[in-house]
């Protein structure tokens, strides 16, 4: 592998990288706020079905790829430094700003992860939905009613 080559490849990664991520927050941005709105036209049930089918799977694939892609960093790493480009400091660097952007996507990424899920989850809650019918029952049932005359 060449000096050229590998800086295509370093500079490439990082394009690819932000392009995913710039394209995966619209599209998982999009899904937790029609799982949050009540008034998105679909049933609670439908909404944790979403919520387990689509958006699980979309965090735990985005957060694989950032893993994946600091892990193909660091095996390009390796390739390079058997091949002696690693003499150059230019090189050294650009994998460094490499592997430290590509880490840090990834702890970003699962971090944001973690918070809408709690945030999500404590949203679709059955037991908060079902309390909120019980007090509005309750509240139905001891109504004080005039008394006619």
Same mark, same amino acid.
Do not use: C
């Given at each position: &592998?060449?000096?050229?080559?590998?800086?295509?490849?370093?500079?490439?990664?990082?394009?690819?990288?932000?392009?995913?991520?710039?394209?995966?927050?619209?599209?998982?941005?999009?899904?937790?706020?029609?799982?949050?709105?009540?008034?998105?036209?679909?049933?609670?049930?439908?909404?944790?079905?979403?919520?387990?089918?689509?958006?699980?799977?979309?965090?735990?694939?985005?957060?694989?790829?950032?893993?994946?892609?600091?892990?193909?960093?660091?095996?390009?790493?390796?390739?390079? &430094?058997?091949?002696?480009?690693?003499?150059?400091?230019? $090189? $050294?660097?650009?994998?460094? &700003?490499?592997?430290?952007?590509?880490?840090?996507?990834?702890?970003?990424?699962?971090?944001?992860?973690?918070?809408?899920?709690?945030?999500?989850?404590?949203?679709?809650?059955?037991?908060?939905?079902?309390? &909120?019918?019980?007090?509005?029952?309750?509240?139905?049932?001891?109504?004080?009613?005039?008394?006619?005359?």
């Amino acid at each position: &592998m060449q000096e050229i080559e590998v800086i295509i490849l370093f500079i490439g990664s990082i394009y690819g990288t932000f392009t995913l991520l710039l394209a995966h927050f619209k599209v998982i941005n999009e899904r937790r706020d029609e799982l949050v709105d009540p008034k998105s036209g679909k049933d609670l049930a439908a909404r944790i079905n979403s919520f387990r089918s689509d958006w699980i799977p979309l965090q735990i694939g985005m957060v694989s790829a950032m893993l994946f892609m600091t892990v193909f960093i660091v095996i390009i790493f390796f390739s390079v &430094m058997q091949n002696g480009l690693l003499s150059k400091p230019a $090189i $050294i660097l650009l994998f460094i &700003m490499s592997f430290l952007i590509h880490f840090g996507a990834f702890l970003g990424h699962l971090w944001g992860g973690v918070q809408d899920y709690i945030f999500i989850k404590k949203r679709l809650e059955p037991r908060r939905h079902r309390r &909120m019918v019980n007090d509005y029952t309750e509240l139905e049932r001891n109504r004080i009613t005039p008394i006619s005359e």
